[in-house]
């Protein structure tokens, strides 16, 4: 198992959008570790994606940014389906449809 945690400091200096759009890589290589059944692959992927929420959400909540609200629910929506023992590819693909939409909006704010 890997330990890892991001730079807090630079973090906070980017948009919610280039955040997102990085959870959501962490994201999609837990998903497709899933999918693989390589769970230390998977493991890895998910502390660093976890650790990328918490960083945005400790983020927006110190800003009292309603956003919170929608980061934490993705958290747990992401935590409900890579922790299922067999999600279905329907629910797999609709969690990496949600998370790729940030990963758009980012490079399309550059």
């Known amino acids: 198992m890997i330990t890892y945690q991001v730079d807090r400091n630079k973090w906070s200096r980017m948009s919610i959008f280039d955040q997102m759009g990085n959870i959501s890589s962490e994201v999609g290589r837990a998903i497709n570790a899933k999918k693989q059944n390589n769970k230390e692959n998977m493991d890895n992927a998910v502390i660093r994606a976890l650790d990328l929420f918490d960083a945005t ?22 935590l409900t389906v890579i922790n299922e023992e067999s999600p279905s590819t329907d629910e797999l693909n ?11 909006a980012a490079r399309l704010n550059k």
Not at 61 to 75: G, N
Not at 94 to 104: D, G, H, N, V
């Open 57 to 78: 959400i400790d983020e927006l909540i110190s800003a009292k940014s309603i956003r919170s609200k929608e980061v934490l629910r993705s958290k747990d929506q992401f």
């Open 94 to 104: 609709s969690l990496e449809r949600y998370f790729t939409q940030y990963a758009i």
